[in-house]
């Protein structure tokens, strides 16, 4: 079992900077792939980067690739998300996730609560 809390989400200008953390509960965190994902109204739920147990392999959402980052730190059972140069379509709730190293959010077995980002213009 794994609790999920999102924080770090805000209102952030277009070009600017902005880190989301993801703190797990559990011994078990450093087993699981991570994930991050995002919903904005009206469309579906979509993977904007993940990354294995260990950190060697990532995945980006091409929309995102070159701006956004994500890390882990295993002995601080958090993951990251670093996002430089935000856009205002990268305004959605953000979640992040265990479960399998995948792009699909039926893959995830645990999600958080979600963090709110809007990006002004």
């Known amino acids: 079992q794994v609790q999920l809390e999102e924080s770090g989400g805000g209102l952030v200008q277009a070009g600017g900077s902005l880190t989301l953390s993801c703190a797990a509960s559990?011994?078990?965190?450093?087993?699981?792939?991570m994930a991050w994902f995002r919903q904005a109204p009206g469309k579906e739920r979509e993977c904007v980067a993940a990354?294995?147990?260990?950190?060697?392999?990532?995945y980006y959402t091409e929309s995102v690739k070159g701006r956004f980052t994500i890390s882990r730190d295993n002995a601080k059972n958090t993951v990251y998300l670093q996002m430089n140069s935000p856009k205002p379509e990268d305004t959605a709730v953000y979640y992040c996730?265990?479960?399998?190293?995948?792009?699909?959010?039926?893959?995830?077995?645990?999600w958080g609560q979600g963090t709110q980002v809007t990006v002004s213009s």
């Open positions: 559990g011994s078990t965190f450093r087993s699981y792939p």
């Open positions: 996730a265990a479960g399998k190293y995948t792009t699909r959010a039926d893959g995830y077995d645990y």
């Open positions: 990354i294995t147990q260990s950190g060697l392999n990532t």
